[in-house]
């Protein structure tokens, strides 16, 4: 049984920076890709970054130039940096673990936290 727990949201104002972080109880953590997803009011679960196992990284267009997703497998922990900060941002922010190559889509997904509140203020 994998448990995934983000941490690391909060309330902001525009412009700033968070960086969230997932920690990962699972002994083959650096067999896994890791994605970070978020979901808003009213919306469906969005993509916003994955990292693979070798540590290739993809990004939506949203946050995309301002975004920085990375992994320590010795520690198994997830991370991902978000700057400059939007009203649009505000979501609720879930990590979860694939095996899959097409860790852009929730449903190869395995394993989720139980994901951490960013809102940004304007």
């Given amino acids: 049984q994998v448990q995934l727990v983000e941490s690391?949201?909060?309330?902001?104002?525009?412009?700033?920076?968070l960086r969230l972080s997932?920690?990962?109880?699972?002994?083959?953590?650096s067999y896994y890709a890791m994605g970070w997803f978020r979901q808003a009011p009213g919306k469906e679960r969005?993509?916003?970054?994955?990292?693979t196992r070798t540590e290739r990284t993809s990004y939506s267009d949203s946050v995309k130039g301002r975004s920085t997703i990375s992994r320590d497998n010795a520690k198994n922990s997830l991370f991902l940096q978000i700057n400059s900060l939007k009203p649009d941002d505000t979501a609720v922010y879930y990590c979860g673990t694939t095996r899959s190559v097409a860790f852009r889509q929730t449903d190869y997904y395995d394993y989720w936290g139980q994901g951490t509140q960013v809102t940004v203020s304007s």
Avoid: P, W, Y
């Fill in 8 to 17: 690391g949201g909060g309330l902001v104002q525009a412009g700033d920076s």
């Fill in 22 to 29: 997932c920690a990962a109880s699972v002994r083959t953590f």
């Fill in 46 to 51: 969005e993509f916003v970054a994955a990292i």
